[in-house]
């Protein structure tokens, strides 16, 4: 008689995951170190972003004179667009900011007349654009007792300028004086009345607060 013997079976041994890999105090050094990567990130995308908004995207600007009456008073603060002009041209109509070289470099406020190419005159205190009266229910009506401003033979607007204006045309500098401004030297476009007072800090004009310019 055969005997036959079964002979055991292997035992298949799997290791134990415990113990194996980092330490926890090793993750947690890493966790760490991942946060302040992350918070270095953090810091310098909302560096480069506001640098971006101060280079490219808006800026303050304070109204210093009434020359821009009634649309804008003394004291008035704007904000002004600085990357619309990235993507297209000034148009007719808009209020802009500029430096002016010719004044020390300062910064000025006017509405857009003229453009290039554009033939800019007045006659009798009223403005033509090629040939046709321009629509300007924004200026100040002139001051009984003070006459007409003088009028002004026909201009025609170069190439990369524009011929700008003040609403208070009676109280304002600007391209009848000192000619056209070349496009390259304007900072941006006013687009909201940000903040508003009197001649005194405690006269805060309220209701000018947030007002959207054309």
């Known amino acids: 008689m055969h005997i036959h013997s079964r ?28 946060g302040h990567l992350h918070g270095v990130v953090a810091a310098v995308t909302a560096v480069g972003f506001l640098y971006l908004v101060g280079a490219y995207g808006v800026e303050f600007f304070t109204i210093p004179s009434g020359s821009m009456v009634p649309t804008l008073l003394p004291d008035d603060s704007v904000l002004v667009n600085r990357f619309i002009y990235h993507v297209r041209s000034p148009r007719r109509g808009d209020i802009v900011v500029f430096h002016f070289p010719q004044a020390d470099g300062r910064d000025f406020i006017k509405r857009v007349i003229g453009l290039p190419g554009d033939v800019v005159e007045e006659q009798d205190g009223r403005f033509r654009v090629n040939g046709l009266p321009i629509q300007d229910p924004w200026v100040r009506p002139p001051c009984a007792g003070l006459g007409a401003v003088p009028s002004m033979p026909a201009r025609r607007v170069p190439d990369d300028q524009v011929f700008v204006l003040g609403d208070n045309r009676e109280a304002s500098l600007d391209s009848r004086y000192w000619g056209t401004v070349d496009a390259r030297h304007i900072i941006g476009k006013a687009v909201m009345v940000c903040w508003s007072r009197g001649a005194h800090w405690w006269d805060i004009r309220w209701r000018r607060i947030g007002r959207w310019l054309p």
């Open 7 to 34: 002979a055991a079976p292997r035992s298949t041994h799997i290791p134990s995951m415990i113990g194996v890999g980092e330490p926890p105090e090793g993750r947690t050094r890493n966790a760490i170190r991942q």
